[in-house]
């Protein structure tokens, strides 16, 4: 997920991290918009995106073994995060995500 978030959202920031692309897009939602449209026909805006990496954020607690908040985690709960991880990469890699 930073391999490919970083350097688009966070170009600059001299020690990007997941939490602060997640940052970044909460409190810039208005600067980004989906390529695909909402309901109105208008791009759809990026509320599944920033809820989807405050999933992974919040929710991945085995991402920095041995960190204070690090806990075990189940196959499933790992593999849901896998899930949720490819389809960002890919949202991000293949332009799905773009600033307005």
Not at 34 to 54: C, E, F, N, Y
Not at 74 to 80: G, P, S
Request: hydrophobic share 40%; proline share 7%.
């Amino acid at each position: 997920m930073e391999a490919v978030a970083n350097p688009l959202f966070l170009p600059n920031a001299p020690e990007p991290t997941l939490g602060k692309v997640r940052a970044h897009l909460d409190q810039g939602r208005h600067e980004y918009e989906m390529v695909i449209a909402h309901k109105t026909g208008a791009p759809a805006d990026i509320d599944a995106v920033v809820a989807m990496i405050s999933l992974l954020w919040h929710g991945q607690r085995d991402r920095h073994e041995g960190g204070p908040t690090s806990a075990p985690v189940t196959q499933e709960a790992a593999e849901t995060a896998v899930h949720t991880a490819a389809i960002l990469v890919h949202w991000i890699s293949n332009g799905s995500i773009r600033k307005k």
